[in-house]
């Protein structure tokens, strides 16, 4: 009886997110208390049982729902450690995520619209972590697709428009290729579940029709690389600047680019397995795509005047890491790469988080008006120093353990460019990062910002998430050896799952 | 208990035709509960009749116990089971919504009018599913033609009249060319049942203008292009419950006409030529229907013009039907097609009808910053559309997947790049309208007045519909399970 309930934790969290988007959806825009209490509820709940399935996870315990969709397709949720440390994020993140939401959108429209369709994205990201094949992985995929467009174009001006245009653009034209490739995947090797070190079934298909395996591989590369920002498929993430800042952060650090960046890490670890993905030569045109888009969108991030423009191409840039450690091969750069996916979110959802504080407190969108903000604002002011510094890779910060673990990892597979990029990738952060600093602390203020209200430097709603993200970049990082961080789950799951490698 | 369920056979035609009958005696506004009941009756005897298919297999009932070819013959597989399924839903849909909105004050004539027309629709379209020779079949089409052609014209204004007129000519021509391709068959072969047509035909050059002649009928009925021509203005200038059960059910019994007589009466006439005709008629309305919803300006064309591309899919079975590796994919995929376009298509037209009745018009620009009153119906269109995108969690989704898991599994590239590119088509015109429904009122626009309140039952039909696509988005296996029973041998 325990044992049957606990295996249906994974339906019980979706249908938790799911359950909280109906409840908002069905209380309407006017009863505020009743929507926030449902919605920290629901946010609560998830984290609650999310981590109830990691501690079974740690136990050892198989996690596992799953029914027939189809003759020959099953819809099927397994937490696996690797399913967890997306989930464990996503859930974290959405909860803070709520919180700065419900401050940041007081007194817009449509707020019972756009709290639905959060949860629905939190719904589909958990979907798309927990996802134990491919079938189900596509499913929720495009889910999020779909739970993110409203939000995307939320403001509903024509600005916002032409961006969520942009954004269903790139995105459902990747869902396409990703359907296409699942399809073939399915006619040529039947339904398999994601295993790690690859699919039996798909190398010794590999083995008979090598260019279908690499067509269908391009395929699914390609339908995931969209979400994962990879260049030449970046355009839509700094299109989507124009949507509120707590959706920003859902599309840079939640939910929409980790998706793409963890599909990536299914198809190469767990549907192909690195070392054939290797051998169709893949992983080093991967590579090369990873460190373009690392450079590139350093480059131009620096030419930003506006901040979260700036900050978009950072992400552009950054999330390409996880890319990178993925198709580098080693395990120290698989755990560096999965680490980042955990320390990108938080570092990425600080400076989100602060930029929209800037908007909605100063009301400031450019860099060069930040001028003396950190005397007016220093709370917020140091998260985000924390958070850029972190992203530049400053020790002992989250950033620098991740691309410490990348540039060793790729040194012992003999890759000793990815050094190269992992340098210049430094400097151009710091290029583009520091300059926003000396504003913020050094350079006097040159404008009249609205005096402060009460004795807080903004609504606390919009602080506390900022304090608690920013403290996670410093633990992530000081706490990096003990079992239970991003880095020591990363090398879990690395160690259990791919010891191959 | 066979006898029973094949009992509820006859009863799924007969309980809609006799409660129109009392319905038109006694007058629509002094029994308004007759027709909810009789639609509940309906229900009841289609349910019994898909529990007895999908227990015991097929059901024959044969009308005074002659049998054919002399008498009359209802036979229900598995295919059947669910075109009665899925019309019990969509009638009770459309029964349930038709009533508060017929009954307001402003549509007097209309409810006198829609009952009887609507309930001898579904009476017809229930013995089109259920006729097992091509006679029979023949009056049940004229039935429904004769049905829908009032319904189209029931508000009487000049554009639905002429709209009406362009109908009923189309399809009279239609019914002239099946008719005579029915006695083409009957001349060579005697008899004018489906299964005992399909095995005394030959593929000879009789049999084949018969089936062409038929086919072309059923297009033209079915709205495929190039014969769509008609469905547009008709299905637009319709009322929303007219609209919902055109477009979800009567132009599918042509589609469901086309694969049922090519699959059991002339298999053997269904060369790879004409495979790729059919087909690539199917694939030019998937394009062309797409397309065309894209460039309107007012939301019921969207959605009408979407059904000449919805149509299109099913019959992409008829070249994948003669691959082997594609067929029984393709076959699941095809049926579970027109199940999930007709409850979302429903669920489509009412959400629109929603929309229409409240702001009294339907333009696309004049949805900006559309009333919270309406979000229930905008997020049931919503929700309708992503199933005819195709996209998951929905039984679109599912069709899809099978229809195009077959045709990567055939080797058939083109049809599964028809499938993949009609997908991304819908995705545009569907998102072209939430975008619209999404986007802030511009501010320089004066206050709208508020628009006319809905009637709660209204609100909450076209959303029950949209939400049961997704359930049947959970999991298409117990549909497919029925499908099964009486399946042609070659798509097992």
Redesign the interface.
């Known amino acids: 009886m325990m044992a049957a309930a606990y295996g249906l934790l994974p339906l019980a969290a979706l249908l938790t997110a799911v359950a909280t988007a109906a409840i908002v959806?069905a209380l309407?825009?006017a009863r505020r208390r009743q929507r926030t209490f449902w919605n920290l509820f629901g946010a609560g709940t998830k984290l609650a049982l999310v981590l109830l399935m990691a501690h079974g996870v740690l136990q050892g315990h198989t996690l596992e729902v799953a029914?027939?969709?189809?003759?020959?397709?099953t819809?099927r949720l397994v937490a696996d450690p690797l399913a967890l440390l997306f989930a464990v994020l996503s859930s974290l993140l959405w909860l803070i995520t709520t919180v700065y939401a419900i401050a940041y959108l007081e007194g817009s429209?449509q707020r019972?619209?756009f709290f639905g369709f959060f949860s629905l994205c939190v719904a589909a990201t958990f979907g798309v972590a927990l996802a134990g094949n491919p079938?189900t992985f596509?499913?929720?995929y495009?889910?999020l697709t779909?739970a993110t467009?409203?939000l995307v174009?939320?403001?509903?001006?024509?600005a916002a428009?032409a961006a969520?245009?942009t954004y269903?653009g790139y995105t459902?034209?990747g869902?396409?290729a990703l359907?296409?490739g699942t399809?073939?995947l399915?006619?040529a090797v039947g339904e398999q579940p994601f295993t790690p070190g690859g699919m039996p079934a798909v190398a010794e298909w590999a083995d008979r029709a090598p260019v279908a395996a690499t067509a269908v591989l391009a395929l699914l590369l390609g339908g995931v690389a969209v979400k994962a920002a990879l260049f030449p498929l970046q355009g839509w993430l700094p299109a989507a600047m124009v949507a509120p800042a707590p959706v920003s952060a859902l599309l840079h650090a939640v939910a929409v680019v980790k998706a793409g960046a963890f599909g990536v890490v299914r198809i190469i670890e767990d549907t192909y397995g690195y070392a054939l993905a290797a051998e169709l030569h893949v992983t080093p045109v991967l590579s090369a795509l990873a460190a373009v888009t690392i450079v590139y969108g350093s480059v131009r991030a620096l030419a930003q005047a506006e901040l979260k423009r700036r900050l978009a191409f950072s992400t552009v840039s950054q999330v390409s890491f996880i890319t990178l450690g993925v198709a580098a091969g080693s395990q120290l750069a698989l755990i560096g790469g999965l680490a980042h996916l955990v320390h990108q979110g938080l570092m990425k959802i600080t400076l989100f988080f602060c930029a929209g504080n800037y908007a909605e407190t100063l009301g400031e969108h450019r860099i060069d008006a930040l001028n003396g903000a950190g005397r007016r604002m220093p709370v917020t002011s140091a998260a985000f120093t924390v958070a850029a510094l972190g992203m530049m890779g400053a020790p002992p910060l989250a950033g620098f353990i991740s691309k410490w673990y990348l540039g060793i990892g790729a040194l012992a597979q003999g890759q000793g460019w990815v050094i190269g990029v992992l340098v210049a990738s430094t400097l151009l952060n710091a290029a583009y990062f520091l300059p926003i600093l000396r504003r913020l602390w050094l350079l006097p203020a040159t404008r009249d910002w609205p005096a402060r209200a009460g004795r807080a430097e903004a609504h606390r709603g919009l602080l506390d998430p900022v304090l608690l993200t920013a403290t996670a970049v410093l633990l992530a990082g000081l706490l990096a050896a003990t079992p239970l961080s991003p880095l020591g789950w990363a090398a879990r799951i690395v160690e259990q799952g791919y010891p191959g490698l | 208990m066979a006898a029973g369920g094949a009992l509820s056979l006859p009863l799924a035609f007969l309980l809609p035709l006799l409660t129109a009958l009392v319905v038109f005696l006694l007058g629509a506004r002094r029994a308004p509960w007759l027709p909810g009941i009789g639609a509940l009756a309906t229900v009841a005897a289609v349910a019994d009749a898909v529990r007895h298919v999908a227990a015991h297999g097929p059901q024959a009932y044969h009308l005074g116990g002659w049998m054919p070819p002399l008498g009359v013959e209802l036979y229900a597989d598995g295919l059947a089971a669910l075109m009665l399924a899925m019309t019990a839903a969509v009638g009770l849909a459309v029964t349930a919504y038709a009533g508060p909105y017929l009954h307001d004050g402003h549509h007097h004539q209309e409810a006198e009018r829609f009952w009887p027309l609507w309930l001898v629709q579904w009476a017809a379209l229930n013995g089109t599913f259920l006729a097992a020779d091509l006679f029979n079949l023949y009056i049940m089409l004229e039935l429904v033609t004769l049905t829908a052609v009032p319904l189209v014209a029931i508000t009487g204004d000049r554009a639905s009249l002429g709209a009406a007129m362009r109908y009923l000519l189309l399809a009279l021509l239609a019914s002239l060319a099946y008719l005579l391709g029915v006695a083409l068959l009957y001349g060579g072969t005697g008899t004018l049942h489906l299964r005992q047509v399909g095995e005394l035909v030959g593929a000879g050059g009789p049999a084949a203008v018969a089936a062409a002649l038929i086919t072309a009928g059923l297009l033209l009925k079915g709205a495929i292009f190039p014969l769509h021509t008609w469905l547009v203005p008709a299905h637009s200038n319709a009322p929303a419950p007219a609209s919902a059960v055109l477009s979800a059910l009567v132009v599918q019994a042509g589609v469901y006409l086309v694969l049922r007589l090519w699959l059991w009466t002339f298999p053997a006439l269904l060369s790879p030529a004409v495979g790729w005709l059919l087909g690539g008629l199917g694939a030019a309305s998937v394009l062309y229907g797409s397309l065309q919803a894209l460039r309107q300006s007012r939301l019921k064309p969207v959605i009408a013009y979407s059904t000449v591309a919805q149509l299109g899919y099913p019959l992409l079975l008829l070249p994948l039907a003669a691959v082997p590796a594609a067929a029984a994919q393709a076959w699941q995929g095809a049926a579970y097609y027109i199940v999930a376009h007709g409850l979302a298509k429903a669920g489509a037209f009412l959400a629109a009808g929603n929309i229409r009745y409240s702001l009294g018009h339907d333009r696309l620009a004049g949805l900006r910053g559309i009333a919270p009153e309406l979000s229930v119906s905008v997020l049931a269109l919503g929700l309708a559309f992503v199933s005819l995108m195709g996209l998951p969690p929905t039984a679109g989704f599912l069709a899809k997947w099978q229809l195009l898991s077959g045709a990567l599994g055939g080797g058939q590239w083109p049809w599964a790049a028809v499938i993949v590119l009609g997908g991304l088509l819908a995705a545009g015109y569907g998102l072209r309208v939430l975008a619209m429904a999404l986007a802030a009122a511009p501010s320089d626009e004066p206050v709208r007045r508020p628009p006319q309140r809905l009637p709660r039952r209204m609100v909450a039909v076209p959303l029950l519909l949209a939400l049961a696509v997704y359930l049947l988005g959970v999991s298409a296996v117990p549909a497919l399970r029925l499908l099964e029973q009486g399946a042609p041998e070659a798509l097992g």
């Open positions: 959806f309407g825009d029914w027939p969709a189809l003759p020959g397709a819809l429209g019972a619209r079938f596509f499913c929720f495009e889910l779909l467009y409203p174009v939320h403001r509903g001006h024509s428009l969520g245009r269903l459902l034209g869902g396409a359907l296409a399809a073939a399915y006619v």
